[in-house]
Each structure stands twice: as structure tokens, then as C-alpha cells.
């Protein structure tokens, strides 16, 4: 595989942006991917969902008094979350710079939350939108802010944590998940920054303290004594030395290796610490210093995104809504704004079990055959009398011998062949192709399918 082409699928979803960083070259591709623009402005879908704290009471008190009342409204917002999903893709596969959304992702992978808990998708939304406002800002101030989200206080059960009666998930979770992993602190410093989170719950935009079930006592948290919050208990956590690394190394993992040495999640974290835990300098230095290597090839499977969207653009198939790549990558266990717990999406091998790529192969064939991915999620279980009902347009040389072909595409798609895999390709586009020939196109596209199949294209 071209470097152009494994960047573009790394830094974005597919090879769309291969021709910019080429030209560009990697530098100022990533400059001008921090300094793109992005829709700032609230979903029309979400117009009749409830938004304000007010409105949240009010819709819980209709649930109670109504059961077919709230029964209506759990199946119109369940409806929302997906239309919402389907906005959230579209702005991966619009945007003229897609790592914005792609680190937008990574912080949804990282500060957790889920509709199906939350309940309430303007507070999702709002923790995306979050993500994508802060994607290259500092780790610490963006920290302070996702604790303090309706989303969260909810989702990890802070709306419980009251003074004489502690919930510890939130607190527990910060240390564990967020900030320092586990072994660098103490049952203590989780008792005690329970209480310091105590009465931080639901507001009117963002979560807020409530005095009456505030826990005030002096405690100790991290080396650090008094009358802690939640502010002076992030700067506590920030002054651990252990501090850089668990982001650094999920960072690396997100975008590069699916295992990397830990001397690799040293150097950078001790880095990421010296620019006082600003992400785009610490991406920077990471993917300039990386793209220099040349073994970096096939070192991390592709998530359900990755390999989805990177298909649909190779074949420009642009009938094919959004909606339908939400319920692929759902029942290929990347169910957006539904990770699986708190610690998200595991990544790696997880994405690559046998039936996920018995999945991925179907979906190539639909594909590829102008049918649409969304059968797959129905319960039919046979797809061969579908209709096709997409256009597919692959782009291949149409003067090139069989062989330049099979160099052409597997360029762009594979990050390695080898004699074996080149002599299967050459079974499917034969020596003796014709490429004026009036069955041409579909010959290529059958080679384009049997490369996507490959163990190696689950790779980059």
C-alpha cells in the first residue's frame, strides 16, 4: 500500500484524502485538518427532544402518570438515537478533513457514555459536540469539562453520590479509566474523591454541584488535603506522574498500533507532559515521526468504520443512506453512542472474530453488487433475491493489463501481497482481460471484491 493511501485511511475513514496529503505533504495536511471547519449548529432532528433540565422533569413525570404516553416517547427518542447516529456519519464522510471526527470518536471512546442509559439525546449530543469543539485541545481542561456533563454525572451515577450516602462509580472511574489506570492510586483516593464529587449532578446545561447534598469535609486525595471539587481534584490528578501515559498509549492504539511498546507510549507520554498535555502538538509529533517509519504497515485492524466507509467510497455509493452503515457497524459491536460499558470499544482483535468477518465478506458481496447493506440487519437471513438498488462507480485504469490492475488496486487497498495472494488475483482477472471489453468494469469490481475479502484488507 502507498503511504498516501494507509495516512488517509488513518488520519480519516477511507483513501478520500490519499490526493491531499501527497500534495500537501503530511505537515501541512495535518495543519490544515486542525484548522477546518466544523457544523456547530444543533440537528433539526433533535427539535422535539427534551433539552433543558425543565423539560427532562416534565417528560419523566408524563412517563410516570401515562404508560401508553410513555411508551410513544421511548420509541420516538429510541428513533432519534438512530437518526442521530446517521447525522454523526454523515459528518465523517462529508467532511473535507475527517481526523477532527475521527478524534471525535476517540473521546467518545474515551470519556464513555451511552443513550441507552442517559436516556436523553440532547445530553449525548452535547458530549459530542464536546469532543469535536475540544478534539486537539488539552487533555486537562477538556478532562474537567466531560466530567461535568449531564451525560456523565448520569451515565456513571453521580446523580446518586450524595454526602452520607457515596456512589463511588464516577470517582472510581476518573482515576481508573480516565486519567491514571489502574496501580497508580489508592481505595482511598477513590472514597475520598467520591465525596469530593458529592452532589454533582444534573443542571440546566451542564452538571452542577447541589449544596444540600454536598459532602464539604477536608479530605485527601492524591497527596493533595482540603476541601476538594472537582477542579482541584483534576489538578491533583494532573500532578501524578503517571499521568501521560494511559491517554498516550490509547492514542497510539486509536490510530497506529493495536499493540505498541511500551518504550513508544514512554517517549511520547513523556512528551505529551513536557506541552503541558496539548493534543495537537503530542498528534503532531506522533504522526510525523511515524509516517517516517516503514513498518508501520499492518499493524492495526480496521474498526467496523474504517472497513465500512472506506468501502462505500471506494465503490461512490452515494444512494446508500447512512442509516443503514449505523445498523452495520451496531451489528459489527460498534454500536455509536452505545459502547458495550465504560471502558468502550476494546479495538483490535475484537474487531476481526469470525462471524463479524463472515459480516464484513456478506457486505462486500452486497456491495458489490449494488445491493444494500441494510438487508444484512434484517432477519431474512437469505440476500440473493435482493434487488440491486445502488450505483457503484470504481474507479481502475481502463487501459491497463490484468497485472496493472491488480497492481492498482491492491496499491491502494492492501498493506502487503505476496506471491500466494497475487496468484488468486491473477485467477480473477486473467491474463487474456480485455479492459474494452463491454464486461470489463464488472470483472474489475469482481477482483475489487475478492481484495476486500483478504485477510490482508482487515489491516492497515
Not at 498493506?415 to 474489475?444: C, H, I, M, R
Request: net charge positive; with cysteine; charged share 30%.
Amino acid at each position: 500500500m502507498k503511504k498516501e493511501f494507509l495516512w488517509s485511511q488513518r488520519l480519516g475513514f477511507s483513501n478520500q484524502e490519499a490526493a491531499a496529503i501527497q500534495k500537501l505533504g503530511i505537515e501541512r495536511f495535518l495543519q490544515q485538518s486542525f484548522d477546518s471547519p466544523f457544523n456547530t449548529s444543533i440537528p433539526e432532528l433533535l427539535g422535539e427532544s427534551p433539552k433543558s433540565l425543565d423539560d427532562y422533569k416534565k417528560i419523566r413525570q408524563s412517563r410516570k402518570e401515562d404508560a401508553e404516553v410513555a411508551k410513544e416517547l421511548l420509541k420516538k427518542e429510541i428513533q432519534t438515537s438512530n437518526e442521530l447516529k446517521a447525522w454523526w456519519i454523515d459528518q465523517m464522510k462529508t467532511a473535507d478533513f475527517p481526523l477532527r471526527e475521527k478524534m471525535t470518536l476517540f473521546w467518545q471512546n474515551h470519556f464513555v457514555t451511552a443513550y441507552q442509559k442517559v436516556k436523553v439525546n440532547y445530553w449525548i449530543y452535547q458530549n459530542n459536540q464536546l469532543f469535536r469543539e475540544n478534539a486537539f485541545g488539552n487533555f486537562k481542561t477538556l478532562t474537567k469539562k466531560a466530567i461535568q456533563t449531564n451525560a456523565m454525572v448520569r451515565y456513571l451515577d453521580n446523580v446518586d453520590n450524595k454526602k452520607g450516602k457515596l456512589n463511588e462509580n464516577l470517582s472510581r472511574e476518573l482515576l481508573e479509566l480516565f486519567t491514571l489506570g489502574i496501580g497508580n492510586y489508592s481505595e482511598d483516593d477513590i472514597k475520598n474523591g467520591a465525596k469530593g464529587l458529592a452532589g454533582l449532578g444534573i443542571g440546566e446545561t451542564t452538571a452542577v454541584y447541589r449544596r444540600f447534598f454536598e459532602d464539604n469535609s477536608p479530605i485527601e486525595y492524591l497527596g493533595k488535603k482540603g476541601n476538594l471539587k472537582l477542579e482541584e481534584m483534576v489538578d491533583a490528578i494532573f500532578d501524578h506522574p503517571k499521568i501521560p501515559y494511559l491517554l498516550t498509549r490509547k492514542i497510539i492504539k486509536w490510530f497506529l498500533y493495536d499493540e505498541p511498546k511500551e518504550d513508544l507510549v514512554t517517549y511520547y507520554g513523556d512528551y505529551f507532559r513536557k506541552v503541558n498535555f496539548e493534543i495537537k502538538p503530542l498528534l503532531i509529533k506522533i504522526f510525523m515521526e511515524e509516517f517516517e517509519k516503514n513498518d508501520t504497515k499492518g499493524t492495526k485492524i480496521k474498526n467496523p468504520l474504517e472497513y465500512i466507509l472506506l468501502l462505500t467510497n471506494e465503490l461512490q455509493t452515494e444512494k446508500l443512506q447512512s442509516i443503514a452503515i449505523a445498523f452495520f457497524v451496531k451489528q459489527q459491536g460498534m454500536d455509536l453512542f452505545n459502547p458495550p460499558n465504560v471502558k468502550g470499544w476494546n479495538g483490535g482483535k475484537s474487531w476481526l472474530t469470525s462471524q463479524i468477518y463472515l459480516q464484513r465478506n456478506n457486505a462486500a458481496d452486497l456491495l458489490c453488487s449494488g445491493k444494500n447493506i441494510r438487508e444484512l440487519t434484517s432477519e431474512r437471513g437469505n440476500t440473493r433475491n435482493i434487488k440491486p438498488t445502488l450505483s457503484i462507480a470504481l474507479d481502475w485504469n481502463t487501459k491497463g493489463t490484468n497485472k496493472e490492475i491488480i497492481k492498482e488496486l491492491t496499491d491502494r487497498l492492501l498493506f502487503s501481497t505476496d506471491a500466494s495472494l497475487q496468484q488468486d488475483l491473477e485467477k480473477v482477472l486473467k491474463y487474456d482481460f480485455d479492459p474494452q471489453s463491454p464486461g470489463a468494469n464488472n470483472a474489475v469490481v469482481r477482483l475489487f471484491n475478492a481484495i476486500i475479502k483478504s485477510p490482508e484488507f482487515q489491516l492497515i
